[in-house]
């Protein structure tokens, strides 16, 4: 059973020359941890926000964003959106303290996510908070960052969603906090069959805590493997290059930086939209039509030359992966 069911989503805002989203897929399932990677200004937190209908303002939508098969995400208005962000659906973002109102105390966050106290208890004990019903009566300045998080995490569980979205959750906090949080988000997973979708730029960290990955460039998933294939065998140029640039505890290997820049919403493609900072293009890329290419472990990979490799050494006639682009929707 599929959780969150993303479908070659697109997402255009007015005045950009491309989508801020390019048929965008992906799903994740209950109890299943799946990650979200790429740099600043990919799409990630787009991605994410579109599981609560929240688009840009603007915004106009083609494909689909299903939420238990039977919740059309972008069809939903009014009430029903309303009922969807507060119920079966929760977001935790990189700082606490602006989730949390500083004048309030803990107990008064909780009681306005339909928790009484009891409940409130019970929720700060599920996060690991010690003395719970004294938490209730502190204010935000008096917990650190990581029992802040906690507290967000508490509120967030309060309507006991099936899928948590984790945006840069544990981005702000030190090493040690941050192992904390994830060792809890993991133990909430399999304790409550949870879906968490964690976005993070850190792909060392996606491949450590989750069970699949995606990684997005320029508004595209570029590829999508378990955790450990895309950590051990990366396919994509891209994904190659994001490994090789960010530092592995205990190796004294050099960093190599991906040459350029991502591109911006202003800047428009006629090829792969890599191309400009890939090592291994060929001239084809230049006008090459993006499409997801199989992988042998049934990970995917956009790339025409991984594509090519890929097909070649399996035998295979490189099928391309059908659109199924079904919804049309535009949200203010
Ligand atoms: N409401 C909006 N109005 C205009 N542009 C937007 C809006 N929301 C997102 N964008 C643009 O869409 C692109 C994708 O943004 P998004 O926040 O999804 O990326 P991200 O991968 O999550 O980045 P980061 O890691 O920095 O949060 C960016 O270029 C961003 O500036």
């Given at each position: 059973m599929t959780l969150l069911d993303i479908k070659d989503l697109t997402v255009r805002i007015p005045?950009?020359?491309?989508?801020?989203?390019?048929s965008v897929s992906l799903h994740v399932a209950p109890g299943e941890v799946v990650g979200l990677v790429g740099e600043s200004g990919s799409g990630k937190s787009t991605t994410a926000k579109a599981a609560i209908?929240?688009?840009?303002?603007g915004a106009t939508a083609t494909g689909s964003v299903r939420f238990s098969s039977d919740t059309d995400v972008l069809a939903l208005t009014g009430e029903r959106l309303r009922a969807h962000r507060a119920g079966p659906v929760a977001m935790v973002h990189q700082d606490p303290r602006a989730a949390?109102?500083?004048?309030?105390?803990i107990g008064d966050f909780l009681q306005e996510r339909g928790a009484d106290r009891a409940r409130a208890v019970e929720l700060l004990e599920a996060v690991g908070l010690s003395s719970p019903a004294r938490r209730l009566r502190q204010?935000?300045?008096?917990?650190?960052g990581g029992m802040l998080q906690r507290v967000v995490i508490a509120g967030a569980l309060a309507a006991e969603p099936r899928l948590l979205l984790a945006d840069e959750?544990?981005?702000?906090?030190?090493v040690t906090t941050q192992a904390e949080i994830l060792a809890l988000l993991r133990t909430l997973r399999a304790d409550r069959d949870l879906g968490l979708l964690l976005i993070t730029h850190d792909l060392h960290l996606a491949a450590a805590y989750c069970d699949r990955v995606y990684v997005m460039y320029a508004g595209r998933v570029v590829e999508s493997r378990s955790a450990k294939a895309l950590f051990t065998t990366p396919a994509h140029p891209y994904t190659r290059g994001l490994l090789a640039c960010s530092p592995t505890l205990g190796t004294t290997q050099t960093l190599h930086p991906i040459p350029g820049r991502p591109p911006s919403l202003s800047d428009t493609f006629?090829?792969?939209?890599f191309v400009s900072r890939?090592?291994?293009?060929?001239?084809s890329c230049e006008t090459w039509t993006p499409q997801r290419s199989p992988l042998e472990d049934g990970g995917t990979a956009e790339c025409a030359v991984v594509g090519r490799r890929s097909a070649r050494r399996n035998g295979w006639a490189q099928p391309p992966v059908p659109s199924t682009a079904t919804t049309k929707a535009s949200h203010s």
């Open positions: 005045g950009a020359a491309r989508p801020v989203l390019d209908g929240l688009l840009p303002s949390l109102n500083p004048v309030r105390r204010r935000p300045h008096e917990l650190s959750a544990t981005s702000a906090l030190d006629t090829g792969c939209p890939c090592g291994e293009s060929e001239e």
